[in-house]
Structure formats: structure tokens, C-alpha cells
């Protein structure tokens, strides 16, 4: 089992719609969490990142973290077809001295006009 | 402020070859990391640099694989010799050593092929 999951999709929404991307992970003892956007043959762009529970929000972005029951989520308002990318799920571990990120497979999203 | 950036975007080579990557982070960012992600896979950890020391090369595949940094500003990554597998992209990321030191920005990544 792999230590961050993410549907691969494509998850598919009209403009104008809310996007809901979900990342679970592991029985481990975590730290941060991010969300990376990735459009195709790009570097991943650090979009958001969240330390505790509840929810963070950004512009149109909201990430939301429930530790107790092991999942981050990235919600995007007002979706457009700029938001089509591949959106990557990243936790940092509370392991002493290591800042390494586990990434997740990424969720592809795609934004019809 | 200029982002991360590595050099070369693209490289083919067969295997047995010697490759060597190149990273440079964001301005004033002591820390560097190297990421890897081969076909189908996730992005993977290789190692960490606080400065010019290596903090934590858990990720590291095998001793085909020698990352430094001299001077604690630029990073290569050599791969020596090359196998088929070491195809993929080779993520560079950095981050401030104050702040908000767990947040990583990523360069665009160098695409290998061994051929």
C-alpha cells in the first residue's frame, strides 16, 4: 500500500464548478501537507500547504485537513480551464532531522469550457 | 527572484555513459533537494543538502549515483554508468533554511533517457 493516495481521474468538471481533489495517507505521524499543480512537461508549483486541522483558504483554493481520519483535500471554486492540470498530493513526515516529501501519484483534472 | 532552475532540460545517453546534472536554487536557499520520477511512478525522494553537506541521502538508488555541492550554492547529480532504469525526470527543489523551511519549490526538471 502506498504511503500517500491520490486518484489518478481524470476528474472532469465544468467551468464555473468546484473541484474537489482528495489525498489519504498513511497511519504515520505527519507533519505538513502540500498541494502541487503540474501542468504537462512543467515544474510542480507549490499552490498550497496546511500544518493542522481544518481548513485553509487562498484565493479560490481551500485545502482542508482532518488528521484523525488520515486525508487532505484541495478544493477549487469557480474552476476554470486554466485550473486542467495534474494536482499532486505531498506530507512531510515527522521523522526527526528529514524534511523529505512523499508524494502521492497525482489526480489529473480537466476543466471543460 | 529567479526560480530553480537545472540544466540540461533534456538528455539522452546509452547506457554505460556518464550523465551529470545541474541544479541551481533559489538565492539564499540553504537547502536542496534532489527528486526523482520515473515512468508511471510517483515523484521519489533522492536526497537532502543543508548548505554543502548532505543531510540526508536515504533516497539515494545505488552508488551509481554521486550528488554534491560544492561551496554550498549549486548541486550536480552524476550518474555513473547510466542503466535503462535511471531513465525518468530529475527534480531539483529548494527551500529557505528560516521561515517556513517545509515548503519546497521545484525547478523544471531534467528528462533522462538511456537508450
Known amino acids: 500500500q502506498k504511503e500517500v493516495e491520490q486518484n489518478s481521474g481524470p476528474l472532469s468538471v465544468p467551468e464555473g464548478a468546484i473541484a474537489s481533489l482528495n489525498c489519504t495517507y498513511s497511519?504515520?505521524?505527519?507533519?505538513?501537507f502540500f498541494w502541487y499543480r503540474q501542468y504537462s512537461g512543467k515544474s510542480p508549483e507549490l499552490i498550497m500547504s496546511i500544518y493542522s486541522n481544518g481548513d485553509k483558504e487562498d484565493g479560490r483554493f481551500t485545502a482542508q485537513l482532518n488528521k484523525a481520519s488520515q486525508y487532505v483535500s484541495l478544493l477549487i471554486r469557480d474552476s476554470q480551464p486554466s485550473d486542467s492540470a495534474t494536482y499532486l498530493c505531498a506530507v512531510k513526515w515527522k521523522d526527526t532531522g528529514r524534511r523529505a516529501l512523499t508524494f502521492g501519484s497525482g489526480t489529473r483534472l480537466q476543466v471543460q469550457p | 527572484e529567479a526560480g530553480v532552475t537545472q540544466f540540461p532540460s533534456h538528455s539522452v545517453i546509452e547506457k554505460g555513459q556518464t550523465v551529470t546534472l545541474r541544479c541551481d536554487p533559489i538565492?539564499?536557499?540553504?537547502?536542496l533537494y534532489w527528486y526523482r520520477r520515473v515512468m508511471g511512478k510517483e515523484i521519489k525522494f533522492l536526497l537532502h543538502f543543508v548548505k554543502e553537506s548532505k543531510q540526508d541521502e536515504s533516497g539515494m538508488p545505488n552508488n551509481r549515483f554521486l550528488a554534491e555541492r560544492t561551496g554550498g550554492t549549486y548541486s550536480t547529480l552524476k550518474v555513473q554508468p547510466a542503466e535503462l532504469e535511471d531513465s525518468g525526470v530529475y527534480f531539483c527543489?529548494?527551500?529557505?533554511?528560516?521561515?517556513?523551511?517545509?515548503?519546497?519549490?521545484f525547478g523544471p526538471g531534467t528528462r533522462l533517457t538511456v537508450t
Open positions: 538565492s539564499g536557499h540553504d537547502n
Open positions: 527543489a529548494s527551500s529557505p533554511y528560516r521561515g517556513l523551511p517545509y515548503e519546497q519549490y
Open positions: 497511519d504515520r505521524v505527519s507533519q505538513s
